[in-house]
């Protein structure tokens, strides 16, 4: 399975991104896992089996489920579990979606 983390500038993103990947290992997944920032979705997008979106681009949600494969799941993360670095919580809806 194959994650794009989309996020504003990719600092805290590409943690949050090694986290998934740590709990993903724990759970016997093989998942890869990636963050790119908003300005550069449009180039891995067609690569994802599931898109997460930070809290931080809330406001641009919508913009990037129009260029997500119509059978991409798009999915926002909390601002609970992104502040918390919740990584199993967000893995877990994740792969519910798919």
Not at 24 to 49: C, H, M
Not at 56 to 79: F, G, T, Y
Request: aromatic share 6%.
């Amino acid at each position: 399975m194959k994650i794009l983390l989309c996020c504003l500038a990719g600092v805290t993103s590409n943690m949050f991104a090694a986290k998934l990947k740590d709990e993903a290992a724990k759970k016997g997944l093989d998942v890869v896992v990636w963050a790119s920032a908003n300005t550069a979705i449009e180039y891995s997008i067609d690569q994802a089996d599931i898109v997460l979106v930070t809290p931080q681009l809330r406001s641009e949600l919508h913009k990037i489920e129009d260029l997500a494969p119509s059978e991409v799941p798009v999915l926002l993360i909390s601002d609970e579990e992104f502040t918390t670095f919740d990584a199993s919580g967000v893995l877990e809806e994740a792969l519910k979606l798919k």
